[in-house]
C-alpha cells in the first residue's frame, strides 16, 4: 500500500519544489489521503486566497516560503516562511496570499 504519493521515495528531495505557481491560480498536490489524515502541498499566487471554511480535524499549515495571512475564527495571522499555525478542528479559517506563498497542510482527525 502506498501511503505517501506523488514523491520519489528514499530520495532526498526540496518539498517547495515538488508544486509550481500558476499565474492567478492556486494550485495543489495531495501527498497522503487516509480516513484520519492527509498532506497536501499547496502553491499560493500573490493575491489568491480560500475562502473561510472549517477542517474535520487539527491542521498544521507550514509555510515553506512567501507570506500568507491565514485567518483564524476572525482573527487574521501572517505566517513567514519558515513558520506554521494550528487550524482547530471545527473552528472557521480562511487562507489568502500576500505574495507567492507554498505551504504543507497536515490534517489530523480522529479515527
Known amino acids: 500500500m502506498e501511503l505517501i504519493k506523488n514523491v520519489e521515495k528514499a530520495t532526498p528531495f526540496s518539498v517547495a519544489d515538488q508544486v509550481q505557481y500558476e499565474s492567478g491560480k492556486v494550485v495543489s498536490l495531495t ?12 502553491a499560493f499566487d500573490a493575491g489568491e ?18 507570506e500568507a495571512e491565514i485567518t483564524i475564527d476572525g482573527t487574521p495571522n501572517r505566517v513567514t516562511g519558515g513558520h506554521a499555525i494550528i487550524l482547530p ?3 472557521p479559517h480562511a487562507v489568502k496570499a500576500i505574495t507567492q506563498f507554498k505551504m504543507l497542510l497536515t490534517l489530523i482527525r480522529e479515527a
Open 31 to 42: 501527498l497522503a489521503q487516509q480516513p484520519a489524515s492527509g498532506m497536501t502541498l499547496f
Open 89 to 91: 478542528c471545527g473552528v
Open 49 to 66: 486566497a480560500i475562502s473561510t471554511h472549517a477542517a474535520g480535524g487539527d491542521a498544521m499549515a507550514f509555510v515553506l516560503e512567501g
